[in-house]
C-alpha cells in the first residue's frame, strides 16, 4: 500500500516485492499479487483493463489517476512482474532532468538484451510540460512502458500529447468494505484483534476517508500502543487523529465541491446544499470565495423569483465582515439555505444573455427621436424629445409609447416564470402589453410600432 520509496528504485524482471519483516505495516501488507488489490476490482478483475492487459502479457503507457492510499504503487509493482518488465520508479518531487536522462540511457541499455522496463513516476503531475515532454520519445519506441500515478485530473497536469500515448485508469476512493478487509488482514498478519469495540472499529474506519494507508498507519499505532482495554469511539478519538480531508483550493477537489454546492442550491436540495458548504469551510476554504459563488447563484438561479435572495447573500457577507470566523459562517450557512429553499428561476440569467447578444448585433442604432434629451436648442429644432409622453401624467402612469430604436424590432428578453415573486411580474408585463396594444389600436399603430415580435 505504502507509496513511498527510494527515487530511480530498479527491481529486476519477473521479481515479485518482497516484504519487508521490520517495515511499517502498510508495507508489510503490500499485496503480492493482483489479485489481492483491494478495493480496485474494476480494473484488476479479469474484465477490467488491468486484468486484460495481464491475460494478454502486454501492457501499455497507463495513468493511474486516484486518491492517496489507493494502491497505485501497488499496482505498478506488480503489473510489471506480472508480465516481466523490469521494475523502476521514482518520484516526480525528488527528481530532475538528470534523472530521467540517466534512467533512459540505462533502459535502452537493457532493452538491447531483451529486457523492457517499466518506468514508475509517482506524482506525475509535478513534473512541467517541458520534462512531460521528454518521456515522448521514449514511449513511442518501447524503451520504457510508463505507469505515471497522480491525484490530480490528467486533463488539467498532464500534457494532451503525454495523454494521448496513455491509458487513463481510475481508481475508486476505498469504500468501507473495502477498508474493513485492509484491518482484517492487519489483525491476521500480527496475530491479534485491534483493541477496540465494534462502534470504535467502525469510527476508525470512517477517520480514514478512503485511504487505505492512512488507516494501516492507524491500525499499526494502537497494535504499538496497545491499551489495556477495548477503546470505544471517545476513546479513539482521545488518542488518534482523523485524517484531514483531501483539499487542494486550486486544484480538482476545490472545482468539483463548488460544482456540487452551486448545482444542489439549483436543484432545491438545502440539505445537500449546506454538507458541501460545510466540506469547503471546514477544509480551510476562503469564505469570501463561497460568499462570491452563492451571489452568483442567487443572480443566476433565483433573480426575481425571489428578490431577496441577493440581499440575504450581501448581507452575510456583511455580517461574515463583521463578525469573522466562526462567528460569520453562521451568515453563510443561512444564505445558502435560504438559497436552496427559494424559487428558482434563470429567466434573469436568459434575459441578460439575449440582451447582450443583441447589443452587440445592434449597438449603431439611434433611439427614438421622442425620449432623446434636448438640452441645447439645435438639438430642439432638429426633433430631439419631440412628442415625448411623460408617463406619469398618462392614465394609470403608462402612456404606452415606443423606446425601440425605428429601425429594431422590439424584442422580448426577459421572460419571467408563473414562480415565486415573477408570478406577479409576470401579471404586469401582461397587463402593460396589454395595455400597450389597446392604445395602438387606438392611434392605428402597425404590429411594429405597438412593439410586438
Known amino acids: 500500500m505504502a507509496d513511498l520509496f527510494a527515487s530511480n528504485e530498479a527491481q529486476p524482471a519477473g521479481v515479485p516485492y518482497a516484504h519487508p519483516a521490520d517495515g511499517p505495516l502498510a508495507d508489510r501488507l503490500r499485496p503480492a499479487g493482483l489479485g489481492e488489490i483491494i478495493g480496485q476490482e474494476h480494473l484488476t478483475g479479469p474484465d477490467g483493463a488491468i486484468g486484460r492487459m495481464v491475460a494478454a502479457g502486454k501492457l501499455s503507457s497507463i495513468i ?3 486518491p492517496p492510499g489507493t494502491g497505485k504503487t501497488s499496482i505498478a509493482r506488480l503489473l510489471a512482474a506480472a508480465v516481466g518488465l523490469r521494475f523502476v520508479a521514482l518520484s516526480a518531487v525528488f527528481s530532475g532532468v538528470a534523472d530521467l536522462k540517466k534512467i533512459f540511457a540505462e533502459a535502452r541499455q537493457f532493452a538491447r538484451t531483451g529486457r523492457k522496463t517499466l518506468l514508475f513516476v509517482d506524482e506525475i503531475h509535478r513534473f512541467n510540460r517541458t520534462q512531460q515532454d521528454g518521456f515522448l520519445p521514449f514511449v513511442e519506441d518501447g524503451t520504457i512502458t510508463l505507469v505515471g500515478a497522480t491525484t490530480e485530473n490528467p486533463s488539467f497536469e498532464l500534457n494532451a500529447a503525454l495523454l494521448s500515448r496513455c491509458q487513463v485508469l481510475i481508481l475508486q476512493r476505498l469504500d468501507h468494505t473495502a477498508l474493513c478487509k485492509l484491518l482484517d488482514r492487519a489483525e491476521v ?9 465494534a462502534q470504535a472499529r467502525d469510527a476508525l474506519v470512517a477517520s480514514a476517508d478512503g485511504d487505505g494507508r492512512f488507516l494501516l498507519n492507524q491500525a499499526e499505532t494502537l497494535i504499538d500502543i496497545a491499551p489495556d482495554a477495548d477503546l470505544d469511539p471517545t476513546a479513539l478519538a482521545a488518542l488518534l487523529q482523523r485524517r484531514v480531508a483531501v483539499y487542494d483550493k486550486d486544484r480538482e477537489g476545490h472545482y468539483n465541491l463548488i460544482s456540487a454546492l452551486h448545482k444542489s442550491i439549483r436543484g432545491s436540495d438545502p440539505q445537500a446544499a449546506l454538507y458541501y458548504l460545510a466540506r469547503m469551510l471546514t477544509a480551510g476554504e476562503e469564505p469570501l470565495f463561497l460568499l462570491r459563488r452563492l451571489v452568483r447563484a442567487a443572480v443566476e438561479d433565483i433573480g426575481l423569483a425571489d428578490p ?5 447573500c450581501i448581507a452575510a457577507k456583511d455580517s461574515y465582515d463583521f463578525l469573522g470566523s466562526p462567528e460569520g459562517e453562521l451568515g453563510i450557512a443561512q444564505a445558502c439555505l435560504y438559497l436552496a429553499t427559494a424559487p428558482k428561476s434563470n429567466a434573469v440569467y436568459v434575459a441578460q444573455k ?3 447578444r443583441s447589443a452587440r448585433e445592434t449597438g449603431s442604432l439611434m433611439p427614438p ?3 432623446l434629451g434636448a438640452p441645447t436648442k439645435l438639438m430642439k429644432d432638429i426633433g430631439y424629445g419631440a412628442g415625448y409622453a411623460y408617463d406619469h401624467d398618462a392614465e394609470d402612469g403608462f402612456s404606452g409609447a415606443n423606446y425601440w430604436p425605428d429601425d429594431m424590432t422590439p424584442r422580448a428578453f426577459y421572460r419571467p416564470t408563473d414562480r415565486g415573486f415573477e408570478k406577479r411580474l409576470a ?9 400597450r396594444r389597446n392604445k395602438g389600436e387606438a392611434r392605428g399603430l402597425s404590429d411594429h410600432e405597438q412593439g410586438g415580435e
Request: glycine share 6%.
Open 64 to 66: 493511474l489517476w486516484g
Open 189 to 197: 498478519l500480527v496475530g491479534r484483534a485491534l483493541p477496540l469495540t
Open 308 to 312: 431577496q435572495a441577493l440581499v440575504q
Open 354 to 356: 439575449e440582451a447582450w
Open 369 to 371: 427621436m421622442n425620449i
Open 427 to 435: 401579471e404586469r408585463l401582461a397587463w402593460w402589453d396589454e395595455r
